[in-house]
């Protein structure tokens, strides 16, 4: 159910310690989700560990391609699996401390100096989904994990756009990056230069909550705008622009900006949607908590103009990188300062933070009843 959110605001809706009563303490991450651990492409032959909301993930592709997600933690001695001599036999994932052999299902099939597996000698294994260029991973219970709830961004899979993306550490925790894309105000003075222009924090936002699907929608419309490089410089547009900057956030981990760039004076999009005067940017972010104050920073622009055109490519990428890095540095510094805090402290919030305190409201409600799942 979407409902418009009021502007009004003066609270903040800080992380909260909450926890149900009789149950166990809710965690610092939101359990029983679908979280991005890799792009599909960074998973092959050689088996590597990613850390997902805290826990060591192994990643790796059998012959056959499917990817597999289990434990990084031989059962044996908690050897990571992930470490050399540790390799992959075929399907088969041989500990490189003492032997222990596990099928792609994370059964142990062989140890060493008998012939008697132990029966309980098994890896984790996690439900892994391939989705457009991601590999998702279910971090909760195994049996709720179901894969129509994975949320989409079909650009990045799609032969009518251009993709480029990367993937950054950040030492700070996931919150940081929810309020940091949810509020593109700080577009204007963070990356001026790039993306930013004065309309961006000139411009009044709407704000829209569909709480059960855990969906927040920002929308900033600018009718008559400066191009910014990053947009002048990819689409060839000079001159004042109308830009459209509509997000979905689906909580906990998949951020969409829908970017639209048209030449001021350009007509909206017709009513069968289509709309070829415009130029159209799908920016996309996973946003993977993977310890309580580190986060992996997916980012992928994918544009449906300029098909192939390399130099658009490698502007956009090294563009988007750079914007990216300037966000990290500032997360990173916000980071320390806040866990530096020694008490508790009040944030002063106004109406551009509309869109991020409802993003934290629906991370505590997931948080709170996913450790009483
Ligand atoms: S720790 Fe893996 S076989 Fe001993
Ligand atoms: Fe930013």
Redesign the pocket.
């Known amino acids: 159910m979407s409902s418009p959110v009021g502007t009004e605001t003066n609270t903040a809706g800080t992380a909260g310690t909450a926890s149900t009563a009789g149950a166990a303490p809710a965690p610092w991450y939101v359990r029983n989700q679908w979280y991005v651990a890799a792009y599909g492409a960074e998973v092959g032959r050689e088996p590597f560990s990613r850390t997902v909301c805290g826990e060591p993930v192994l990643l790796w592709r059998t012959e056959a391609g499917a990817v597999t997600a289990m434990s990084d933690r031989?059962?044996?001695?908690?050897?990571p699996?992930s470490q050399k001599p540790?390799r992959l036999a075929g399907d088969r994932l041989v500990?490189?401390?003492?032997?222990?052999t596990y099928g792609a299902d994370g059964v142990c099939v062989a140890?060493?100096g008998q012939r008697r597996v132990p029966r309980t000698a098994r890896l984790t294994p996690y439900p892994v989904a391939e989705r457009d260029a991601f590999v998702w991973v279910w971090i909760g219970d195994r049996e709720a994990a179901d894969e129509a709830l994975i949320p989409r961004a079909p650009w990045l899979a799609d032969p009518g756009y251009t993709t480029v993306s990367g993937r950054e550490p950040l030492a700070a925790r996931y919150g940081l990056l929810v309020d940091n894309l949810l509020d593109l105000s700080h577009e204007t003075y963070l990356h001026g230069g790039y993306i930013g222009t004065p309309e961006v924090a000139e411009t009044p936002i709407t704000t829209e909550v569909d709480e059960a699907a855990g969906i927040v929608r920002v929308s900033r419309h600018m009718d008559d705008a400066a191009c910014p490089p990053f947009y002048a410089e990819s689409t060839g547009v000079r001159g004042r622009i109308t830009r459209w900057q509509d997000i979905e956030y689906h909580a906990p981990c998949l951020y969409l900006l829908h970017s639209r760039i048209a030449p001021a004076g350009t007509p909206p999009p017709a009513a069968d949607g289509s709309d070829p005067d415009a130029f159209h940017v799908e920016v996309v972010y996973a946003i993977t908590p993977e310890t309580e104050h580190s986060t992996h920073d997916f980012w992928a622009v994918a544009r449906d103009f300029a098909p192939g055109d390399r130099a658009v490519t490698d502007f956009l990428h090294d563009n988007n990188r750079t914007v990216v890095l300037q966000d990290v540095v500032a997360l990173d510094a916000l980071e320390r300062a806040v866990a530096a805090e020694a008490g508790a402290y009040q944030e002063l919030s106004i109406n551009i933070d509309t869109g991020g305190l409802a993003a934290r409201r629906i991370l505590e409600r997931m948080r709170t009843a996913g450790a009483g799942a």
């Open positions: 031989c059962v044996h001695r908690r050897f699996l540790s500990c490189g401390y003492h032997g222990f140890v060493p």
